[in-house]
């Protein structure tokens, strides 16, 4: 089966400018996270839904982030207007169950630079 | 809120040798530990995982044990090959139904 996909892989924009990064889960897993990584801490969670529905978006870091399921499919993490400590890899993951039973699958994950 | 600890930040063994990585975990509720190996390049890939019903897995060269009392879990790598060589994640899968990873562990196997 196709794994996760995300893209773009790299990002660089000016800080003020809006960015939108897209997953595409695998084909059937309702669950899907969003997840980033800055300056090499913690992966940490931003937001999951199951279908089209937000079901925790308490990682989410403020009212510039938006992300949306439409349809139950794939995935889209807005950042508007992006600022510098925005930088860092975001990555997105999907799974059948909540995560408990299988864990997650990972997508190589969208580097994004605001400069 | 619920957290994940894990030490040491990096790590450089030889060849060889055996790498030991350890995590703590807040979230008593927490049942499910997966780890992660991720490459350059790439997303976290699952490595190997432990529920709360057993204290310790194995899987070839990997195997990870689980202290409930005590809040520990940890990855152990014997006979490490340069292949090995990733960025290591614990996480925990909390009450709140999501994963909780640690900061990770750089790993780096000298030839």
């Known amino acids: 089966e196709a794994g996760v996909t995300q893209f773009p892989s790299h990002s660089v924009i000016e800080k003020g400018q809006t960015v939108t990064l897209r997953c595409d889960p695998i084909?059937?897993?309702?669950?899907l996270y969003w997840y980033r990584r800055v300056m090499g801490k913690e992966i940490k969670f931003l937001l999951h839904?199951?279908?089209?529905?937000?079901?925790?978006e308490s990682g989410m870091p403020n009212n510039r982030f938006l992300a949306e399921r439409t349809g139950g499919t794939y995935s889209t993490l807005k950042v508007q207007p992006a600022e510098l400590e925005d930088s860092g890899v975001y990555f997105c993951?999907?799974?059948?169950?909540?995560?408990?039973?299988?864990?997650?699958?990972f997508g190589s994950g969208t580097r994004l630079t605001v400069v | 809120g619920e957290n994940v600890e894990q030490h040491p930040s990096t790590l450089s063994v030889q060849e060889g040798d055996s790498a030991v990585i350890k995590c703590t975990y807040s979230?008593?509720?927490?049942?499910?530990f997966p780890w992660y190996k991720q490459e350059l390049g790439k997303g976290p890939q699952l490595i190997i995982d432990?529920?709360?019903?057993?204290g310790e897995k194995k899987d070839q060269r990997i195997a990870v044990t689980l202290n409930k009392t005590a809040k520990h879990f940890s990855l152990h790598i014997t006979e490490t090959q340069p292949e090995d060589s990733a960025v290591y994640f614990c996480?925990?899968?909390?009450?709140?139904?999501?994963?909780?990873f640690g900061s990770g562990t750089r790993l780096s196997i000298r030839p």
């Open positions: 839904f199951v279908k089209e529905s937000k079901q925790d």
């Open positions: 084909s059937g897993h309702d669950n």
């Open positions: 432990i529920r709360s019903n057993v």
């Open positions: 979230d008593s509720a927490s049942n499910y």
């Open positions: 996480a925990g899968y909390s009450s709140a139904s999501k994963i909780i």
């Open positions: 993951a999907s799974s059948r169950d909540r995560g408990g039973i299988y864990g997650y699958t």
